[in-house]
């Protein structure tokens, strides 16, 4: 199938998203097949973890949580705010716990966090949290470096945190990262993706999300991922897609993921982004970029492109750097004046 017909900014010529935000993060999903124009999806915000957990210059907890409130302010409803993995491994996340207490709740926002071991599951019961992801990879040598420990390793360690997660009702995502590319060990076939993405399912996780880690991915990989994906039984409602710009495929492999009927695109807002662990490895594709795009499409999303655009001159700011992605720099379209809107 095709997705919706439209010019890009027609839907929004203000940068207004789509629809307004609401709790449909959370509940939105797509069914298989393909996602229509005036359909759905979900965008997964990962700029204040992905985003920030790379960066040589570390910001305060209090800048962190002022990044947030403008994503929640910008629409969007699900939002990885943070990690509880060792302080030593990614000090630019230290302050998990601080941050995390001190979010803005009740506006129907779900604020999963990355954990990686029963540790980090206990520091962040103890932080007020009620989503976690855990991540692992399609290969050995990749989550070796990224967490000391193989695959199977992995799987095991995530058992009781699932369950323990589980137990309290909380949300649970699960990673495969290196789906299409390993930074040690090259091409990765997609078989194997598939394979821990079943493991992870079996263990319990809502969601599993397959990460393009080093942006290597092209549009005929996501296809195929996709179909061997559906072919393993797993639906792709329980599937998200997170995508690494490195070398500029990432929005045409939300197209094909799209057209394939995933209905979760994770995204950071100025398009930062990028794991210590994997030498290469550039910014996430952009919350503005993405946004503009469905909009365009004509796909609903609930977030809105001004106010991505305010979270995202913020961020960059108080990182020290300009902003880099596409819409940022060019701005929204006004299709009524053909001119580019802030
Ligand atoms: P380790 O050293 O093997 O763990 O690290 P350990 O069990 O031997 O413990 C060593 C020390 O770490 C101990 O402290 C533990 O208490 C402490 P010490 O006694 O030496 O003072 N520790 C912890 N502290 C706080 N929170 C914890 C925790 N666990 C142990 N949860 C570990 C193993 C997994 C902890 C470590 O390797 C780690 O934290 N790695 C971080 C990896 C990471 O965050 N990577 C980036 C995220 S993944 C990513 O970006 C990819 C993704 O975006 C998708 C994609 O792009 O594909 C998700
Ligand atoms: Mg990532």
Known sequence: MTIGAGTPGSSSPTGAGSTTGGAGGAEAGSTTGGVLGGERVRIYEVGPRDGLQNEARPIATEDKRRFIELLVDAGL???EATSFVSPRAVPQLADAGDLLRSLPRGRGVRFPVLVPNVH???RAEASGADAI???TAATDEFTRHNIGMTVDQSL??????LE???SLGWWRRGYVSTAFGCPYTGAVAPERAVGVALRLLGLGVDEVCFGDTIGVAVPSQVRDLLARTLDAGVPLDRVALHFHDTRG???ANVVAGLEAGVGCFDASTGGTGGCPYAPGAAGNLATEDL???LDGLGVQHGADLAGVL????????RLGRPLSSKVGQAGGWDPETGRAVA
């Open 133 to 135: 992801a855990v991540f």
């Open 156 to 161: 095991d360690a995530f058992a009781p945190v």
């Open 77 to 79: 409803r699900e939002i």
């Open 120 to 122: 980090g599951l206990e």
């Open 310 to 317: 305010a979270a995202a001159r913020f961020v960059t700011e």
């Open 249 to 251: 495929t990432a929005l």
């Open 291 to 293: 946004v503009y795009l």
């Open 164 to 166: 323990r997660a589980a």
